[in-house]
């Protein structure tokens, strides 16, 4: 499904440190991401995102290449820590602009709508406020409108930083099952190795701009013998 061939990128006037990214993930799999801050793992979701462009490599999803399309052509969507929504409109609203930033939906597209909420235990609350919902429920309403959007690859940047435990397993429980349901290849970035635990069955370490690592979860985080690893994750 998405696969990221020798993608390199060094930040302009930086350190003349080269990043370069090879991985594959299938689709149906959520694939995480863990690593110091600043190591480089919200830089490769902003190159396959398209909000930086490579130097050099290969994006691809479903074998077509998608490194040169501009963002809005991707087949791409990516979700916060911030949900970025607008907090004077409705719940329905906001998910609804994910579909047609004119507002004028089909019934088809309506229905698509309804479906997103109904499958985020939203329903019944399309006409409240952002501010009048929890910070779970907020968080719900952005991964409503990637949905909606029906992209085939799902980026998740330290989505569920804000949340308590509860809550944050609970989203990460329900975000697996919609990424294997849908066919969808996702990236989960977080600080959190239990985050890991709970959505992957493969994880990778990002270090220096390179992925140093990428092995099934419970290995890389119990039985690893990589001196970066241990000492980025400490005691468990």
Request: charged fraction near 25%; aromatic fraction near 4%.
């Amino acid at each position: 499904m998405l696969e990221i061939g020798a993608l390199r990128y060094q930040f302009p006037g930086a350190d003349p440190e080269i990043m370069q990214f090879d991985l594959s993930v299938a689709a149906g799999e959520v694939l995480s991401l863990i690593g110091p801050s600043g190591s480089g793992k919200s830089t490769l979701l902003n190159l396959i995102a398209g909000f930086l462009k490579p130097d050099s490599g290969h994006i691809h999803v479903d074998g077509e290449a998608i490194e040169h399309l501009p963002i809005a052509q991707r087949p791409v969507t990516i979700v916060f820590q911030q949900h970025n929504l607008f907090p004077h409109l409705d719940l329905y609203t906001n998910v609804a602009l994910g579909v047609d930033p004119s507002l004028k939906l089909s019934t088809e597209q309506d229905q698509l709508i309804e479906d997103a909420l109904e499958s985020l235990a939203l329903s019944g609350l399309e006409k409240r406020k952002p501010g009048e919902l929890s910070g779970g429920q907020r968080q719900r309403i952005a991964l409503a409108r990637v949905l909606v959007r029906e992209r085939k690859v799902l980026l998740l940047d330290e989505a569920f930083a804000a949340l308590g435990p509860a809550q944050r397993e609970e989203l990460i429980v329900l975000v697996k099952a919609l990424v294997e349901r849908k066919k969808m290849a996702a990236l989960l970035v977080s600080h959190q190795p239990r985050d890991a635990l709970i959505a992957s069955d493969r994880t990778a370490f990002v270090q220096n701009g390179r992925i140093i690592a990428l092995q099934p979860t419970r290995q890389l985080l119990e039985e690893t013998d990589l001196v970066e690893v241990r000492s980025y994750l400490g005691s468990l």
